[in-house]
C-alpha cells in the first residue's frame, strides 16, 4: 500500500497486479463516515472480491475531530445539538462545508488523474455514511464520466439540489445498501432515495440487510459482484 497526499487530501492507495496500486486498471475510490478513522475502509479491498487489476484509493477526511474520537475524522461537521435534541433531519438543508469538502475531492480526482493514470469510464466512486452522501454531491457537480456509484448505508442531503441534478446523470449504475434498522440514518429516506434514482433514469442495485448502521458480509460480496459486472469481468 502506498500514502500521497492528492489534491490536499491523503490517500491510500492499494489493488492492482503489485498490489500497491499499480497499473492502468479500474479505480475504485471510498470514502469513509463521520468519525471514522482515515484508514477505517482499507481492508475493504482484500475482502471484495473484484478482477486483480482492479485499484483502490482511500481518501483521509479533511477534518480531525477531538471530542472523544481521537483518531476521528469527518469531511464536514454535523450539528451535533440538533442530534442530541432528537430533531429529523432536513434532507433539503445543505451541510455547512460540505461545498469545500466536495471541491477537495474533485481536486483530489484532478490529482490522481495526473498521477495515478485514471481511466477515463472505469472510475468508481463512493463511501458509507456521510461519505456515501458526499460521493453523491460530488458526482453531482463533475463533469468526468464515472463507471458507477456506491452508495452505502447513506441518505439524502441538498435534496432539491440533487433532484436538479441527477437527469444529467442518466444510465450511471448505482450499488446501494441500506440496514432496515440504521439507527442514524434512515431506511426509509434511503428508499426514498433509490426512488428518485430510478425516477431519473440511473439504475440501481439494491440490498437491504437486517441490521444497523454497518456493512456486513452480504453487501461486500454484492459490491464486488457490482463492481466486477461494471468492469465486464467474466
Request: glycine residues 12%; contains cysteine.
Amino acid at each position: 500500500m502506498r500514502v500521497h497526499t492528492y489534491g490536499g487530501l491523503d490517500v491510500r492507495i492499494a489493488g492492482g497486479p503489485d498490489r500497491e496500486g499499480g497499473g492502468n486498471g479500474p479505480v475504485v475510490i471510498l470514502l469513509h463516515g463521520f468519525g471514522a478513522p482515515g484508514d477505517d475502509l482499507v481492508s475493504l479491498w482484500r475482502m471484495l472480491r473484484v478482477p486483480d487489476d482492479v485499484r483502490f484509493v482511500f481518501p483521509v477526511g479533511p477534518l480531525k475531530l477531538d471530542d472523544g474520537l481521537p483518531d476521528g475524522r469527518a469531511w464536514w461537521m454535523l450539528d451535533m445539538d440538533r442530534i442530541v435534541r432528537g430533531l429529523p433531519r432536513d434532507v433539503d438543508a445543505v451541510p455547512d462545508g460540505l461545498a469545500a469538502a466536495r471541491e477537495q475531492v474533485l481536486a483530489m480526482l484532478d490529482d490522481l488523474d495526473r498521477h495515478e493514470r485514471l481511466p477515463l469510464d472505469q472510475v468508481f466512486l463512493g463511501g458509507f455514511s456521510q461519505g456515501a452522501m458526499l460521493a453523491c454531491d460530488a458526482v453531482l457537480r463533475s463533469s468526468r464520466p464515472f463507471a458507477g456509484l456506491i452508495i452505502m448505508s447513506g441518505s439524502i442531503i441538498a435534496q432539491h439540489e440533487w433532484e436538479e441534478r441527477w437527469p444529467a446523470r442518466k444510465g450511471l449504475p448505482v450499488f446501494q445498501s441500506h440496514g432496515t434498522d440504521d439507527p442514524l440514518l434512515r431506511h426509509d429516506t434511503a428508499i426514498q432515495l433509490k426512488d428518485s434514482l430510478l425516477a431519473h433514469g440511473l439504475p440501481v442495485t439494491w440490498h437491504e440487510f437486517r441490521g444497523g448502521h454497518e456493512i456486513p458480509p452480504r453487501v461486500l460480496e454484492e459490491l464486488g459482484r457490482f463492481v466486477s459486472d461494471a468492469c465486464g469481468a467474466d
